[in-house]
């Protein structure tokens, strides 16, 4: 399933990522997608502070580590998404956790 990194919020936009894991990784193959209540297909990327070449797509599979964030008119940008290309990985799920919460922690090589 799809889970935002931050509560999702009506007029905010989110950046969901798949598998819903965090910290992301690339050999995962994950898939970024940018959902919010503006403007559909007109979704501007940026990846390390950077406009990045996917103008218009509301989803991508990533194929470089990175910080990414996306932004669509009337919703703003997301928060960021970071994806590591680390060999070792201790990973959480990635959705608003609270104190007391029980957590599934996965130890990825």
């Keep these: 399933g799809w889970c935002p990194l931050s509560p999702a919020g009506a007029q905010t936009t989110q950046l969901l990522v798949e598998p819903p894991w965090t910290p992301a990784v690339l050999w995962d193959r994950v898939t970024l997608t940018c959902q919010g209540s503006g403007t559909p297909n007109a979704t501007t990327w940026y990846k390390d502070g950077q ?43 990635a959705r608003a956790l609270l104190e007391g919460d029980t957590v599934t922690l996965r130890c990825r090589v």
Excluded: A, I
């Design 51 to 93: 406009r990045w070449g996917k103008e218009g797509l509301d989803h991508f599979v990533v194929t470089e580590s990175g910080t990414y964030k996306c932004d669509r008119p009337g919703t703003g940008l997301s928060p960021s998404v970071s994806v590591l290309n680390d060999r070792l990985v201790l990973q959480v799920p």
